[in-house]
């Protein structure tokens, strides 16, 4: 799993008057709201004797462990232990990892690294649609979760092969061509544009849709900085829908995927629920290939499995993250029952020591 990277940790809307326990890298967090009211990220774990901060309580804007009572701050340090005179003078080492959190499209992202400010990856602006003033795009926020491999999940979403075969309702295996597509670099992603003869649509969107329509635009975009995903279908020339997913490891086997739909059709909220039924059907198609794939991880070499130029874009991917595990390197989840590693953050760049190793 990679480091020095931005994750989705949850919805916004999802941090409320007690602290939240998140997952993410195969290490345990704790989020919570500051005194100002901001997302705040800590290793979910008290330096005492190990108990975890999200079962403790928030305290005007810190979290205060169940256990003993220590307080801390969204800056990780411990500013108050109970038991010890006020006037006494608290270990150095009485501090944990903190992550630097940021708001965007309604979600929650944390910085699970150690760079700098300067240093870190941008996340990718894949959604301009949610900054719309005028009231022309819907959105649905939801999540979905896959007892699979963070890299098999994500090639799965930008690969254009697949569709015919596991998705039957749009796919069409009669004709599972996929024109060659020139796959364009960008940073740290990638994307291609394709096209292709949709089948006839039923229900409210068929009848906003010709049945003879022209071949239906989508492109396909992938970046690192935020792991996610924009899939952009251009329906008709008026009509238009945007699928995009955040991608958070919660472990080398478990992946969790954030993701909004944004539309400029059928904008009435009754709407919402059929849209998002569909979109979790091929979801669910999707998942249950991807629980039964060979090796669960994807291999170290390219050569271990045969590609073929329409996969262009999942090769692109994997090439990407080679360079950045190559740089940065990569964290696996720990044994809990021998070990308790923290994942990297910026302040131990800085002078001082730490209870916990470094993942």
């Known amino acids: 799993m990679l480091k020095n990277l931005w994750y989705v940790a949850c919805l916004e809307s999802e941090l409320g008057d007690r602290p939240k326990a998140v997952r993410m890298l195969g290490h345990d967090l704790v989020l919570f709201r500051d005194a100002a009211g901001a997302p705040a990220c800590l290793a979910d774990t008290c330096v005492h004797r190990g108990a975890p901060l999200s079962r403790g309580r928030c305290v005007e804007g810190r979290v205060q462990c169940p256990y003993h009572g220590w307080v801390y701050a969204a800056d990780g340090r411990c ?35 150690d760079l700098a400010p300067e240093a870190r990856p941008e996340i990718a602006g894949f959604l301009p649609e949610f900054a719309a003033t005028e009231q022309s795009w819907r959105f649905i926020h939801g999540r979905f979760e896959y007892v699979a491999n963070w890299e098999r999940v994500f090639e799965n979403h930008i690969d254009s092969a697949h569709t015919h075969f596991i998705h039957p309702d749009f796919g069409n295996p009669d004709d599972p061509r996929v024109p060659r597509a020139s796959v364009q670099t960008d940073g740290l992603g990638a994307w291609a544009e394709h096209s292709y003869q949709p089948r006839p649509k039923r229900g409210p969107l068929g009848e906003l849709v010709d049945e003879h329509r022209p071949p239906v635009r989508t492109r396909l975009a992938f970046d690192l900085g935020g792991l996610c995903v924009r899939l952009a279908i251009r329906m008709t020339e008026t009509l238009r829908q945007v699928v995009f997913q955040a991608f958070t490891p919660i472990d080398e086997r478990h992946t969790l995927s954030h993701y909004i739909q944004a539309r400029n059709f059928l904008l009435e909220p009754e709407h919402d629920g059929p849209l998002r039924a569909d979109l979790e059907k091929i979801f669910t198609e999707d998942r249950e290939i991807l629980e039964c794939l060979r090796p669960a991880v994807v291999p170290d070499t390219l050569n ?26 990569a964290i696996r989840t720990p044994d809990p029952a021998a070990e308790l590693t923290a994942i990297a953050c910026p302040a131990r760049r800085g002078p001082g020591q730490w209870v916990f190793p470094e993942a």
């Open 79 to 113: 500013v108050e232990i109970p038991s010890l005179e006020s006037q006494a003078r608290l270990p150095e080492r009485a501090r944990v990892d903190a992550y630097p959190c940021r708001v965007l499209y309604g979600l929650v992202w944390v910085f699970l690294g």
């Open 304 to 329: 271990a499995e045969l590609s073929v130029q329409t996969d262009a874009l999942p090769v692109a991917f994997r090439h990407q993250v080679r360079r950045w595990r190559a740089v940065h390197g």
